[in-house]
Structures are given as C-alpha cells and as structure tokens.
C-alpha cells in the first residue's frame, strides 16, 4: 500500500505533496527530516507518519503549532482516505494510492458425504483388533 499527502490550501506558500515511501516519515524543517517544510510555523520535528500492517497513522510530535486531522487537534490517529490534516498553516488531504489488495478467495466448501444412507454406531467403530503375540 502506497500512500501521500496532497495539499489542498490554495492561499499561503505552496507545500511539497508528502509521499510515504518508508514505514516512517519524519515530517518538520529539520534538514535531517525525510520530509521538509521550510516554514517558520512548522517545528523542526513537527510530526511523523508511521505505516503498520494496513493502516497509516499520524503522530504529533510536540509540535508549536500542532497537528489537526478533520479539524480536530491530535497526538497520534489512524488516517483515513480524505482526511484533511492540518501541519501548521498547511491543509492536505489523505490518499490511498493504487488499487485496493485483493479480496482472498472463500475457502472450498468440505467435500459432500457419499451417497447411501450409512448409520454408524459407536458399537461399530469400536472392533476389537487381535494384536499378535
């Protein structure tokens, strides 16, 4: 699974598409951060995305200015195709991108009984067998 950021603020500086190409995403102004935001409201470490199994998650990181999903603050949550996130001035939107992983096929159903009308008691099964001396 593949994921970005796309930016969705039409007004202000234009901000990079976030893609995540790693399990994680160091997001800030930091020159050491995977991705960079050169702006004075973004903190040096401002928030990361982490990847786990089939979900992608956002963390603040402390930030100044904090991080909204929906319009809400956070500290860390679960995204969701078309959330809008909020990293200081700058609005994007979640994406998934590729085509959805494929749904597993449903298992084959157990084999059908032999035709016949076979009643089997316990009496039946419990032969005694002659071991040899």
């Known amino acids: 699974m593949s994921a970005r950021l796309v930016p969705i603020s039409v007004s202000g500086p234009q901000a990079p598409v976030i893609s995540l190409l ?4 160091l997001i ?3 020159p050491e951060c995977d991705i960079r935001i ?9 928030c990361c995305l982490a990847q786990a199994y089939d979900r992608i998650f956002i963390r603040d990181l ?8 929906n319009g809400r603050p956070i500290d860390e949550v679960a995204l969701k195709p078309g959330d809008e ?8 939107r979640f994406e998934i991108v590729g085509s959805p992983a494929p749904i597993p096929a449903a298992p084959p159903a157990p ?11 316990m009496d039946e ?3 005694l067998i002659p071991l040899d001396d």
């Open 62 to 69: 402390g930030s100044r200015h904090g991080v909204l999903v």
């Open 125 to 127: 099964l419990d032969e």
């Open 28 to 30: 800030g102004r930091h």
């Open 22 to 25: 790693r399990p994680v995403a």
């Open 85 to 92: 996130i909020a990293i200081a001035q700058f609005i994007y």
């Open 111 to 121: 084999p059908a009984p032999p035709a016949g009308n076979f009643q089997t008691t």
């Open 38 to 46: 050169n702006s004075p409201q973004v903190s040096r470490r401002h």
